[in-house]
């Protein structure tokens, strides 16, 4: 396994040598019954020479682009097709080299990373060079399908569907576009119908297709009675994923016809950067159908760093874990891969919006003809492979390389700004916006992240200050202040980027380690970390209001730092996210109306601490059974000011309720409550946070007798008519290593199976904090964990994704809360 122990070290001899790919096929078919053959590749990684019959067909130079070659004259009855690579990391060196003009920042990644250098060079996974999170295994190969195509006349090579509203007209209409070659020399008429059984529209158009490339666009307009009942694509959580069935048949005087089914989605996207009344700036937000949408969820790394380890059930599980933790959007981070077709279909069923950025991160780019070229391409082809997709409501040009440029995080003499500054213009805006403006204008382009927006725009692009809480989007992180305390976090428009690390749980390490690789300091921990400081920053936070283990076990030590580790990262990221969701309908010293939350980050690429919330093969952290209660649609949030508690009902709801509010104080001490306080008739208004309680922390001090801050803690919920209730939050009134009356509990758990999900009944003896359930390597998910516990008796229920028993789980069950580290 390369991601066991030290492996990702031990085989870098693998991508420093050159490796090549062959084989023997016959033709399946009469060549000479056709006119033209193609040999096409969806996908090579990266940098190769293809032969057939010893015969160079041509290079590939760009992991992102599909390749089609015309072997017409040179394909036999038996071939020998052949790729030839070139080591990545060399190629990407000489690339450098060659660039003798002025250097192109950053040269390599910080020695922490154990990476590659020069990954800005050449158009592949920058990743794959090693991240803050990820190995370093620049891969080369055949990393998508190849395939022969032989046609007569004309051949179908793009085909999409985009849908629009036009506002004067009330009524949808279809854009279809379709790329063909046509081989013929002369050009070819011909009738494309289109159908659409559920709306009742079917319209016949007569074309003519030219030689060469070429692309017909047809609009088929809804018509009005059909409009208004047309069923929009809506988020999760906001509504249906409706979709129609289209099929579009081509019958060319060529008598040779095409037929292609697809689907229809109706939904419109605006991002919305207009003046706030009491605010300096613009909003920054995003409004699916007329609708706006508070962006609820997380950023999406490559799921692995063998691409085609990556299957349809790995997405479905990973996808499926964003939205059962209650989010609607995903940002397909710059420094990974365009996702595979089965990504963007599965998101288009979940309503999971795709924010996607073009491959470009955290580094500048050359702009020499060869490299431009090579990304026009690629940009060309992902827009037209991707643009039908209603999941995906943004495209972004990059990530935070307008920060870069701002910031000088590469120190670049004041006097040479220019060259990059016009670099920068080139590649982001001359060469990627243009081409997204041309192939799709259904949906808005952003040309960096964090970015400000329409005011970047206005000053050149490129702006003073691309953090500026009062337009576009900010990425923030600080590991050295206190994350609960609320005022550190930026008052946002929108917060694209913010987390927290955690290490994965033993069961997922210990897959890829041994006995001696146990403990936080171990040289395995060190190394597997990639990130500068990172366990340390980790062991400051927890610092901050946790004990650190005791335990003379160095094994129990290590699974306590890491169950430690995880309690931190959850309840950090919540604070923060919190903050994020109750900052929406305020504004606060010209800050405020924050309108969307995604955490760094959602997954893993492998085994090891990093700032994700689910795990190497799909395993919930404590962050993400959080999270499934901070994005809630329906919430209550705490947070002290200056000895004053508020609590917040945040609504993502599309009506207003009437709701109570339930406050119950707890001490330490004692299962049964100190005091109950419940607030009845409480409004909780459609789409927004608004206060609905206020009380000085003294005058619940004193309500609730016997309390201190050390000795109590506050739990609230909202609850309302039929079946509406949020989750039960906490409000923690002194760090927990200061908490006076906890106890010792005994934690028990009973397993029973019910239909095809497991019930845990668990039992305590005293007010647990954070209890966390691990069954160890068994799939699946717990409908709640990490929870505080303050009944006797809690039902939890397991959901496996492969087949168990009672007993396995009763074997694999470990318990754990606060006082038993």
Not at 96 to 102: E, F, I, N, T, V
Not at 178 to 192: T, W
Not at 336 to 357: K, R, S
Not at 473 to 478: A, S
Request: one cysteine or more; proline letters at 5%; hydrophobic letters at 35%.
């Amino acid at each position: 396994d390369p991601f066991y122990r030290f492996n990702d070290v031990m085989y870098r001899w693998i991508s420093l040598d050159n490796w090549t790919y062959s084989r023997t096929f016959k033709t399946p078919f009469d060549i000479r019954k056709w006119q033209k053959v193609n040999l096409v590749f969806e996908g090579v990684d990266t940098v190769a020479q293809i032969l057939i019959n010893n015969i160079s067909l041509g290079r590939t130079d760009n992991m992102f682009n599909r390749y089609s070659f015309d072997i017409t004259s040179v394909i036999k009855e038996v071939n020998f097709v052949e790729v030839r690579f070139l080591s990545a990391v060399s190629y990407a060196a000489e690339q450098s080299r060659c660039h003798k003009a002025y250097s192109i920042p950053p040269a390599c990644p910080p020695p922490v990373q154990k990476g590659e250098c020069h990954a800005n060079f050449i158009r592949k996974e920058q990743c794959s060079f090693s991240w803050d999170w990820g190995p370093s295994f620049p891969t080369q190969g055949i990393w998508k399908d190849v395939r022969i195509e032989a046609y007569n006349y004309y051949h179908l090579i793009y085909f999409s569907l985009t849908s629009f509203f036009v506002k004067s007209a009330q009524q949808w209409s279809l854009e279809i576009e379709s790329i063909f070659d046509v081989v013929s020399s002369k050009p070819i008429a011909g009738l494309v119908t289109v159908n659409i059984p559920k709306l009742k529209t079917q319209q016949t158009f007569s074309v003519k297709l030219q030689p060469g490339e070429g692309s017909i666009v047809l609009l088929v307009n809804i018509n009005k009675v059909r409009s208004s009942t047309v069923e929009t694509w809506w988020p999760n959580g906001h509504g249906k994923q409706s979709g129609y069935n289209v099929t579009t048949t081509f019958i060319m005087e060529a008598g040779y016809q095409i037929e292609r089914f697809s689907k229809a989605y109706f939904r419109t996207v605006e991002l919305v950067q207009e003046p706030i009344p009491g605010s300096p700036g613009l909003s920054f937000y995003f409004r699916i159908n007329g609708r706006p949408i508070f962006i609820k969820g997380s950023n999406w790394i490559p799921a692995d760093s063998f691409q085609d380890r990556v299957t349809y059930d790995t997405l479905w599980l990973l996808l499926k874990s964003a939205a059962d933790a209650n989010m609607n959007a995903l940002r397909v981070w710059g420094g990974g891969v365009y996702e595979q077709d089965e990504f963007y279909d599965i998101c288009d069923e979940l309503g999971i919006m795709i924010w996607q950025d073009f491959m470009f991160a955290c580094a500048l780019y050359p702009t020499d003809q060869n490299y431009l070229d090579s990304v026009r391409a690629e940009v060309s082809h992902q827009v037209r492979r991707l643009k039908s997709h209603p999941s995906i409501i943004v495209w972004s040009g990059n990530n935070e390389n307008e920060a870069a440029i701002a910031s000088n995080w590469f120190s670049i003499p004041y006097a040479d700004r220019e060259v990059y500054i016009k670099d920068y213009v080139t590649l982001y805006v001359k060469i990627i916006r243009e081409i997204v403006l041309t192939e799709d204008k259904s949906r808005p382009f952003i040309a960096s992240s964090p970015t400000n927006g329409l005011e970047s725009i206005k000053e050149g692009w490129l702006s003073q200050n691309p953090y500026d809480t009062h337009y576009g989007d900010t990425h923030f992180y600080d590991y050295s202040n206190d994350c609960w305390n609320w005022t550190v976090y930026p008052k946002t428009r929108f917060a694209s980027e913010y987390g927290f690390q955690s290490w994965p749980s033993f069961s997922t390490i210990e897959k890829v380690s041994s006995t001696e690789d146990w403990s936080y300091s171990s040289n395995f921990s060190l190394h597997r970390q990639h990130h500068e400081n990172g366990n340390d920053q980790m062991l400051q936070q927890i610092g901050h209001h946790f004990k650190l283990p005791q335990s003379t076990d160095p094994i129990k030590n290590f699974k306590d730092m890491i169950y430690l580790t995880q309690v931190m990262q959850a309840q950090c990221i919540k604070t923060e996210t919190e903050f994020y969701r109750f900052s929406q309908s305020e504004i606060i010293k010209g800050e405020g109306h924050t309108m969307g939350a995604l955490y760094w980050q959602l997954n893993d690429i492998w085994q090891a601490p990093s700032w994700a919330s689910l795990e190497y093969g799909g395993k919930w952290k404590l962050l993400h059974y959080f999270a499934q209660n901070f994005f809630a649609p329906l919430l209550p949030v705490a947070y002290e000011d200056k000895g004053v508690l508020y609590i917040y009902g945040v609504s993502d709801l599309h009506a207003d309720h009437k709701l109570t509010l339930r406050v119950v104080v707890h001490a330490w001490s004692s299962l049964e409550p100190v005091c109950t306080l419940a607030k009845d008739g409480v409004i909780v208004k459609a789409q927004s946070a608004v206060p609905i309680y206020t009380e000085s922390i003294n005058d619940l001090l004193e309500r609730c007798r016997n309390c201190t801050r050390k000795s109590c803690v506050i739990t609230f919920s909202l609850v309302g008519e039929g079946g509406l209730q949020s989750p039960t939050n906490h409000h923690f009134l002194s760090s927990l290593k200061d908490a006076v009356g906890l106890q010792k509990t005994q934690l028990s758990a009973s397993v029973s199976q019910q239909d095809d999900v497991y019930v845990f009944v668990l039992q305590t003896t005293a007010i647990a904090p954070f209890v966390s359930l691990d069954v160890g390597s068994i799939k699946g998910r717990f409908s709640d964990n990490g929870f505080l516990m303050t009944k006797k008796n809690k039902v939890v229920v397991f959901y496996p994704w492969e087949p168990t028993s009672v007993e396995e789980l009763e074997k694999s069950l470990t318990l754990t809360s606060l006082v038993d580290v």
